[in-house]
């Protein structure tokens, strides 16, 4: 199973500034995955991240506000930008398995954003 | 209607008790099924994975599928303090690009 990191590990920040979390894997993975899992609420697909390409949004997420690095197979970063309160959330990053299971994904331990 | 519903919860059990958690899906193609562990700031975990309808058990978990009713359920046996935890179910998109839908979760409690 793959070893995924996550910085911060939480973070509080104002309105209207942008934060950036890191996704670091212990090994090479061709998909990355960001979701949002709002208080209460279920975890909901951002984008896919390829290495070499640009991110794949979700309906209802954009690059403006969510924009995505994807540097090589171990490394990723979002971006929340220009960020208020509704933006406040668990983010987590993923990972496909390498375990030949049908889409079964290695989670991040997460980045609790509280905007105030 | 939303593609995936589970039941809300939260759910508290005594030691000991057998636990159901419940999903139900809209999309008749779906044809994986899982369900994920979370602990309390952490990120989920992958704790059962099925394919097709019946019974499949790990250990203390059966997960079982219903897919003429499109019902998907989570028993725990003999449930332990440690299983405290919220459990969400998870169906692949049948043939995309990986992507997983989620329930909303149950959160479920057992006390010592």
């Known amino acids: 199973s793959a070893v995924i990191s996550q910085k911060p590990s939480r973070d509080i920040c104002q309105r209207g500034t942008s934060l950036t979390i890191q996704c670091q894997v212990d090994?090479?993975?061709?998909?990355m995955f960001w979701y949002r899992q709002q208080p209460g609420q279920s975890l909901t697909l951002i984008a896919t991240a390829n290495q070499g390409s640009e991110a794949t949004y979700e309906s209802g997420f954009v690059i403006d506000k969510f924009p995505i690095s994807r540097p090589n197979l171990t490394f990723s970063t979002l971006t929340v930008s220009n960020m208020s309160p509704e933006d406040s959330s668990i983010y987590l990053c993923?990972?496909?398995?390498?375990?030949?299971?049908?889409?079964?994904?290695?989670f991040g331990p997460g980045t609790r954003l509280t905007v105030l | 209607q939303k593609e995936v519903e589970q039941d809300p919860g939260p759910l508290s059990v005594p030691e000991g008790a057998i636990v159901s958690l419940n999903c139900t899906y809209s999309?008749?193609?779906?044809?994986?099924f899982m369900w994920y562990r979370q602990y309390s700031r952490k990120g989920p975990e992958l704790l059962m994975y099925?394919?097709?309808?019946g019974n499949k058990e790990d250990g203390r978990f059966t997960a079982q599928v219903d897919k003429s009713s499109k019902y998907i359920s989570l028993f725990i046996r003999d449930s332990q303090p440690s299983d405290s935890a919220t459990y969400l179910c998870a169906i692949p998109w049948p043939g995309s690009a990986r992507q997983l839908t989620f329930g909303s979760g149950t959160q479920l409690t057992v006390l010592p």
């Open positions: 999309n008749s193609a779906f044809q994986y």
């Open positions: 099925t394919y097709s309808s």
């Open positions: 090994s090479q993975v061709t998909m």
């Open positions: 993923s990972v496909e398995s390498d375990r030949g299971r049908y889409n079964e994904q290695f």
